[in-house]
């Protein structure tokens, strides 16, 4: 993700883009299109700027059948809610506006600069801008980062929401918030310091290049402390960029306005070209499909695509395709395969299946190719690294029995085995790849159970080693997008060993190989995000060879867009239109 001294760091984030450039489409200052022009082609708005345009007012429809987790900047994981984060909640880094791999470019927001890093990467200085102010007028201040960093601290309190802050920051001082705190003023977490309102220090354990991507995270965003609530801050967060609430109805809607105290002069990239934006909350998504289609919404702010019967519709109408995108989000669709679970412990078993597997039924099972594409691999193509490996031949859509059947013979199973594949049993799309999974298998004599369990106890049941070894859950389905967009953002959660927990883990097969947690490491330290990225591909290939996940396919979401938006672009940095930038042609 980031890197290391002085020029480096600038040299970093600016190349984090790196790739080739899109389109990134010079503002024009007219109306924009006409609905009909506007239309853009399938995918118009994946890589490039589709109807640029500086017109403001009007007002932004979104729609959801999805509520957001919270408005707490603090407290916030969907990916939705980080995008949404954009309209109110500023960081000292963050993602540029601009399309595709252009917009995993970090750039400074409330920082003035990139970033002074020491020699040894373990020191970041940051500059404030001028001229910050909060909703109420009053000045955001190197203090309110600090503190708006230090709630997340506080799990007892502001709990939910990433916590990669702690796991940089504490280093062994067991700090637990600012509501324990016995500083006078609240702000005692040693590792930042604020030597006045517009200096920002933090001092890391160690060298690492993802840091700055932590810094352009909601858990980064200032708060004023005389404003916070604690758990209750979700219910009317402090604005610090260019909208501010008006209404809060959780379940229902959320009205954004502009924020008169935001000085467009201090922000290098929001658009703000609404008067107003408004969130709407349903329970019935065919209703608000219907809504999209008909142009009385404007896009599905939760971004996972469309539903199956409004999906056929926009696909076979060229019209209605036209409005449509269907980008990466970022997402590997995957069955995990344990090596701690027999048979799975010997990696020919491993390989029989991964030999076996049907992938087109697999993809099926998900929706088809607009669901997500086959894929080889285990790092999504929208993160430097990522590339065509495929060692099993899974993007052929076919299975190679008679590669399967010697696989068997070699794992002394020649007839085959049973075992459990476990799945989330309130998500459709993961029992139909379990069952397409199962009726693959049966071709090599291989017999698997259907386990369905309650989706909300995913972290008790296969996040937990001792049930999944205790139960013998051989297979796994599941999913995983990165926190932030780099190799270790996406991977080291799922095959770094040191990351491997009792409760919640995520590392499913339990990869505990010290070749690999030794170059995560090396690409922490690593000041080039090319050579990082390097790194990341040797990661990804080495656990890929070891078989123990099996991809079912890279996502997308196919989204239908109102043919009136302007400045419409999929960024990779949340494999989502970006909230920010949008405008409305007719100014309605």
């Known amino acids: 993700m980031t890197r290391n001294r002085t020029l480096a760091a600038a040299a970093l984030v600016a190349t984090l883009a790196l790739t080739t450039s899109a389109c990134g489409g010079s503002s024009s200052g007219g109306s924009g299109a006409s609905a009909s022009a506007s239309a853009g ?319 087109t039924a697999l993809q099926t099972a998900r929706g088809g190719s607009s669901a997500g594409s086959l894929f080889g691999s285990m790092l999504p193509p929208n993160i430097l690294g990522s590339d065509d490996y495929d060692p099993f031949g899974l993007t052929k859509g076919k299975p190679d029995l008679t590669k399967a059947k010697a696989e068997l013979a070699a794992c002394g199973k020649p007839d085959g085995f049973k075992t459990t594949i476990a799945v989330r049993g309130n998500k459709a799309k993961e029992v139909n790849s379990a069952i397409a999974l199962q009726t693959a298998m049966k071709a090599i004599g291989v017999t698997i159970d259907v386990y369905q369990y309650d989706g909300k106890l995913y972290q008790s049941v296969v996040g937990a080693p001792d049930v999944v070894h205790s139960k013998g859950y051989g297979l796994i389905v599941m999913g995983w997008g990165a926190d932030y967009p780099n190799g270790a953002g996406f991977m080291q959660p799922l095959m770094d060993g040191r990351f491997i927990t009792q409760n919640g883990n995520s590392n499913y097969p339990e990869t505990n190989d010290p070749q690999i947690n030794s170059l995560f490491d090396q690409a922490a330290a690593e000041t080039d995000p090319a050579k990082a990225a390097a790194l990341y591909t040797q990661i990804n290939h080495k656990v890929t060879d070891s078989a123990v996940w099996l991809p079912i396919v890279a996502d997308k979401a196919l989204n239908y867009r109102n043919p009136r938006l302007t400045n419409v672009y999929v960024t990779d940095a949340f494999g989502e239109v970006d909230f920010q930038a949008l405008g409305v042609s007719d100014g309605k």
């Not at 702690?166 to 001082?173: A, C, M, R, S, V």
């Open 41 to 359: 082609g399938f995918n118009g708005a994946v890589d490039k700027v589709l109807n640029p345009s500086d017109k403001k007012g009007g007002t932004l429809n979104l729609w959801t059948s999805t509520d957001v987790d919270s408005l707490d900047p603090g407290r916030a994981y969907y990916a939705s809610v980080w995008n949404y984060e954009r309209y109110y909640a500023r960081t000292l880094l963050a993602f540029d506006g601009k399309p595709g791999k252009d917009g995993l470019k970090l750039v400074p927001d409330l920082a003035s600069a990139q970033p002074t890093v020491s020699a040894d990467g373990k020191t970041y200085t940051f500059k404030m801008r001028s001229g910050l102010k909060f909703e109420d007028g009053s000045p955001i201040t190197s203090k309110d980062i600090k503190y708006g960093i230090e709630r997340v601290f506080a799990q007892d309190v502001v709990s939910g929401g990433p916590t990669y802050m702690i796991n940089e920051l504490d280093q062994g001082q067991n700090y637990k918030g600012p509501y324990t705190d016995t500083d006078p003023n609240k702000l005692g977490l040693k590792t930042v310091t604020t030597p006045d309102d517009t200096t920002i220090v933090f001092s890391l354990a160690k060298a690492d290049s993802s840091f700055p991507y932590l810094l352009a995270m909601g858990t980064s965003a200032p708060v004023p402390q005389k404003q916070d609530t604690g758990s209750k801050y979700g219910d009317h967060p402090v604005s610090s960029g260019p909208y501010k609430f008006k209404t809060i109805q959780p379940g229902k809607s959320y009205t954004l306005v502009r924020n008169e105290n935001w000085d467009p002069a201090s922000d290098p990239f929001r658009k703000a070209l609404p008067d107003e934006v408004d969130l709407t909350v349903t329970t019935n998504s065919d209703d608000m499909d219907q809504r999209l289609l008909d142009g009385t919404a404007d896009l599905d702010w939760s971004q996972t695509g469309l539903s199956q019967a409004a999906q056929v519709k926009v696909l076979q109408d060229p019209k209605l395709k036209a409005n449509s995108d269907d980008p990466y989000n970022g997402f590997i669709r995957f069955i995990s395969i344990q090596p701690k679970v027999a048979p799975f412990d010997n990696i020919h078993c491993r390989n029989a299946v991964m030999y076996a597997a049907d992938t």
